[in-house]
């Protein structure tokens, strides 16, 4: 998007006051009280009729297909899959950025121009590259952290930093994730949630963490997990080797004992991004398509840089990306709060991220779907 768009796009959108949300997933359940406190929610729309049963925190969620005869007279703000959706709005007429928007583009450019905060949805933060699998599609690249001998966990104090240093200019974030690698794996993990808590309780929806379910975190690191209200999100890859699934269902009894809240993501398929080991090799222009298609729904916070996609900074970490400066905003070096807006909202330098012209990520003009979890052979 550009700059101008911006503005425009606010223009259109200044004076509302009553939104519908499209999909009924975790991501919409997360905003809805940070909408809530400006907005009213008139319903919740998803395309799965399994999924629209009832209310979502006491908002009506419908079917698309009842919805259809109102679709003109509301503003959407689309939560999840906006490629697909935007596609299938904009075949009933409605036109982006006027009727329809991204929630980023809406959480951000809204509190941007209304109030000169600065609001992001969800940002990751990895606290180490070092990892108990060997993933192919990894797409934090562990296979080449592990080749190219790169993985280590990241400082305590460097991790503070960042955290002090990304609330000096951010505002509110309303999902912060920790990620990895293996976040079990990680010695000061608890810290971490502590700090969070401590200095910032006010200034971010919920913590997160990312983990594969194979280890089992220990009595204490429990008990901050529940003191800090951590909320843990089990991949579970259904691996059969290395007694994984009694790993996992151990894991989740401790967090159940503790009564820690946790969602169980099932294996299955995964996006293959196709980069390092078949990239793609893309002109410009088609960069930034694509990196507007796939358009991730987190940003990322590592070594005191914002990026818009995060998988770049593991893939400069492991060495099979140059380090670009447009991908990131150095928030060591002179920079302004607009400027992490504009980048945010994918107003940047270069237009793209570097890796876009190599990486399939989530767009579907390119994708390939493969088995999830398939193990390389430990280089
Ligand atoms: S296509 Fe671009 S934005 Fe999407 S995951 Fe790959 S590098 Fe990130």
Request: proline residues 3%; hydrophobic residues 35%; aromatic residues 12%.
């Amino acid at each position: 998007m550009e700059k101008l768009e911006l503005e425009k796009w606010y223009e259109e959108w200044k004076d509302v006051k009553e939104i519908v949300l499209f999909g009924n997933g975790k991501t919409t359940r997360y905003h809805i009280p940070e909408i809530k406190k400006n907005f009213e929610i008139q319903a919740i729309l998803d395309n799965d009729k399994q999924r629209t049963a009832g209310k979502t925190k006491d908002i009506p969620v419908l079917w698309f297909g009842d919805y259809i005869e109102e679709l003109h007279n509301t503003k959407i703000v689309v939560v999840s899959a906006y490629e697909e959706v935007s596609e299938q709005l904009l075949s009933y007429g409605l036109i982006e950025n006027v009727d329809f928007c991204d929630i980023r583009l809406f959480i951000t450019g809204w509190q941007w121009f209304q109030n000169r905060q600065l609001h992001i949805s969800e940002l990751h933060i990895a606290v180490t590259t070092c990892c108990t699998l060997n993933c192919h599609n990894c797409n934090m690249f562990m296979p080449s952290h592990r080749k190219n001998k790169t993985f280590r966990h990241i400082g305590l104090e460097r991790i503070k930093h960042d955290i002090d240093q990304m609330f000096q200019d951010i505002d509110r974030v309303y999902r912060i994730a920790l990620v990895g690698g293996e976040t079990m794996m990680y010695p000061y993990l608890g810290q971490v949630l502590q700090y969070l808590k401590e200095n910032y309780a006010d200034r971010y929806g919920s913590a997160e963490i990312y983990t594969n379910g194979m280890v089992l975190p220990e009595e204490e690191l429990l008990e901050i997990m529940k003191e800090t209200s951590a909320i843990v999100t089990i991949s579970n890859y259904n691996l059969t080797k290395n007694h994984y699934q009694e790993k996992v269902r151990d894991f989740i009894a401790a967090l159940e004992k503790k009564e820690i809240m946790y969602s169980e993501k099932l294996g299955g398929e995964w996006f293959d991004f196709a980069f390092p080991h078949e990239p793609l090799d893309l002109t410009r222009e088609e960069a930034i398509e694509n990196m507007y298609r796939c358009n991730p729904g987190f940003r990322g916070f590592n070594d005191g840089k914002f990026y818009f996609c995060h998988i770049v900074w593991s893939a400069v970490e492991c060495g099979i990306l140059p380090d670009c400066q447009d991908d990131y905003v150095d928030l060591h070096a002179a920079h302004t709060k607009e400027d992490i807006v504009n980048h945010q909202l994918g107003v940047m330098g270069g237009k793209y991220v570097s890796l876009c012209k190599y990486c399939i990520g989530c767009s579907k003009v390119y994708r390939k779907m493969v088995p999830g979890a398939i193990q390389e052979d430990e280089g």
